[in-house]
């Protein structure tokens, strides 16, 4: 099972950018999917971004824009692109494979307005 360890959040003014990476301890390659995933304090976990084995992206209305998954196979990394930042992206931000596995510790996403 690959580990995944998540980086790049910080506190950024609204309309601000971002640019997370998860960093895999192996192969990305055999998973059908990697994808983002953002959980705000009492609230699910929903995901915001997906990308396909072949490159195709997938993304909530929410984010839909503003948001954009790419990834390294030969660096076995997957990022999340933010741009025009709102406060109610504020949350704590996990990557995972498709099949699902286990969570990393995530990184803090904060917007202030």
């Known amino acids: 099972q690959v580990q995944l360890v998540e980086s790049g959040g910080g506190l950024v003014q609204a309309g601000g950018s971002l640019r997370l990476s998860c960093a895999a301890s192996g192969s990305i390659f055999s998973f059908n999917a990697m994808a983002w995933y953002r959980q705000a304090p009492g609230k699910q976990r929903d995901m915001v971004a997906t990308?396909?084995?072949?490159?195709?992206?997938n993304y909530p209305n929410s984010v839909k824009g503003r948001f954009s998954i790419s990834r390294d196979f030969a660096r076995n990394t997957v990022y999340l692109q933010m741009n025009n930042l709102k406060p109610e992206d504020t949350a704590v931000y996990y990557c995972n494979t498709d099949p699902r596995g286990a969570w990393g510790q995530g990184t803090q996403v904060t917007v202030s307005s």
């Open positions: 990308i396909t084995r072949g490159g195709m992206t």
